[in-house]
C-alpha cells in the first residue's frame, strides 16, 4: 500500500471528500446527509415509552442505521488495513499539557488514560465517558442536528439557524476545552 | 402511530399523514424521497457509511488529540477539513439546484429548510461542551468503535440515552 493511503490524509484531500458525502447522499436516495439521528431512531425502536417525539415510522430513516452501520466498518477497515499503525503526531504544548494530568503520550484515536474500560473505574474517566457522552446525545438532539447535520449538510443549504448551531457548537468547545475540561482532567 | 395512544383516547383520531412532521422535527437529515425502497437496496447507504467512515479515520477528525487542538487553538487541520467540507458541499448543492440534478431514480432533489429555534443555541452549547470532552461527534462514536476503541460503546449508549432524555423533557424545554 503507498504511503500517501497509509499516512493520515491531509485536509485539503479528507475535507472535500466529506463534502462529497453531501451530493452522494442526495443522489443515491434523496438523503439529506446527518448522522446524530441515528441516535434518535435507535430510541424510536427500542425503547418509544409513549414519548411523542419517538412515536413515528422510525423504518423510513432506516437508510440512517444503514449509512451507520457502514461508518463503523469503514473505520474497522481503515484502521486495520489502511493505516500504518504510527504514533499520531501531536501538537508538544497538547502533549505537555496531558501528561501534567497523568494522561500517556498517544497512541491511537482515543487517549487510553481517558477511554477504555479500565478508565470508566477512575472518576475522570466516568465523567467524561458517560457524561461526554450523555451531553453528545442530549444536545445534538436539542440543536436539532450534530457536526454533519448543521455544519456540513445545513452550511452547505446555506441554512441560518444551521450557521447558529454551528457557532454554538465552536463556543461550546472552546469553553469546555479551555475552562472547564482542565478541572476534570485534574480529577 | 401509537396503538396504545389510541387505545387510551379512543375518540381522538390520529391524523395518518403527521409522520413526516414528526420525524423531521429537531433533525437536519431526513428522508425526503418518496420512493418505498426494498430493503436489500438499503445497503447502498451502507456503501456510502464505508466511505465516510475510511474518511473520517485517515483525516483523523476522529481523534480526540485532533479535537483537542482544535479548541486550544494548536491546529489548523479541523478548520480546514470542517471549511472545505462545507465549501464542497455548498458548491453541490448549488451545482443540484442550478441543474435540477435528479436522483439515480428519477425523483426530483428535495431540500427542506431549517427553521430557528433557542434549542439550537442551548443544544448546540450543550453539544459543543459534549464534542470537546469526548471528542467525538455521533459520526465519529461510530468510527472509534469500528476501529476498535470498543469501550467507546459506553459513551454511545450514554448518548442514546441522551438523546431519549431529551424526547422526555422536549416539552419542558426552552425551545
Given amino acids: 500500500m503507498p504511503s500517501w493511503i497509509l499516512d493520515p490524509w491531509p485536509w485539503y484531500v479528507a475535507g472535500p471528500l466529506i463534502g462529497l458525502t453531501v451530493p452522494l447522499l442526495l443522489i443515491i436516495g434523496n438523503k439529506s446527509f446527518g448522522i446524530s439521528s441515528s441516535l434518535r431512531h435507535v430510541c424510536a425502536a427500542c425503547m418509544p415509552a409513549k414519548i411523542p417525539f419517538f412515536q413515528y415510522d422510525w423504518k423510513k430513516e432506516i437508510w440512517n442505521l444503514f449509512f451507520v452501520f457502514g461508518v463503523g466498518v469503514g473505520g474497522y477497515l481503515a484502521a486495520h488495513f489502511l493505516s500504518s499503525g504510527a504514533a499520531p503526531i501531536v501538537d508538544p504544548r497538547l502533549t505537555a499539557e496531558l501528561s501534567s494530568y497523568g494522561v500517556q503520550e498517544a497512541k491511537g484515536l482515543v487517549p487510553l488514560d481517558l477511554f477504555s474500560w479500565e478508565a470508566l473505574t477512575t472518576t475522570r474517566g466516568l465523567i467524561m465517558m458517560i457524561g461526554g457522552g450523555f451531553l453528545v446525545g442530549f444536545g445534538t438532539r436539542y440543536a436539532g442536528g450534530c457536526t454533519s447535520g448543521h455544519a456540513i449538510m445545513g452550511l452547505s443549504n446555506l441554512q441560518w439557524p444551521s450557521l447558529v448551531a454551528t457557532c454554538c457548537f465552536m463556543a461550546g468547545g472552546f469553553i469546555m476545552a479551555n475552562l472547564i475540561l482542565p478541572y476534570l482532567l485534574k480529577l | ?175
Avoid at chain 2, 413526516?20 to 457509511?49: H, L
Avoid at chain 2, 486550544?72 to 443540484?96: E, N, P, T, Y
Wanted: aromatic content about 12%; some cysteine.
Fill in chain 2, 1 to 175: 402511530m401509537s396503538m396504545h395512544e389510541n387505545s387510551e383516547r379512543p375518540y381522538v383520531s390520529v391524523p395518518v399523514d403527521t409522520d413526516f412532521e414528526v420525524r423531521s422535527t429537531n433533525a437536519m437529515c431526513v428522508n425526503q424521497s418518496e420512493i418505498d425502497e426494498p430493503i436489500y437496496t438499503k445497503w447502498k447507504y451502507s456503501v456510502a457509511g464505508i466511505l465516510f467512515g475510511i474518511i473520517l479515520i485517515k483525516s483523523e477528525v476522529v481523534s480526540w488529540y485532533r479535537i483537542q487542538e482544535m479548541f486550544r487553538l494548536q491546529s489548523f487541520h479541523m478548520f480546514g477539513v470542517i471549511g472545505s467540507a462545507v465549501v464542497v458541499g455548498m458548491l453541490s448543492v448549488l451545482l443540484i439546484k442550478k441543474f435540477n440534478v435528479k436522483t439515480i431514480d428519477g425523483e426530483p432533489i428535495k431540500l427542506e429548510d431549517k427553521k430557528f429555534n433557542k434549542g439550537q443555541i442551548y443544544g448546540g452549547l450543550l453539544f459543543g461542551f459534549g464534542w470537546a470532552i469526548t471528542g467525538a461527534c455521533p459520526g465519529p462514536l461510530f468510527a472509534q468503535i469500528g476501529s476498535g476503541a470498543l469501550a467507546v460503546i459506553v459513551t454511545l449508549f450514554s448518548a442514546i440515552a441522551g438523546t431519549w432524555t431529551y424526547g422526555l423533557l422536549r416539552d419542558r424545554l426552552p425551545h
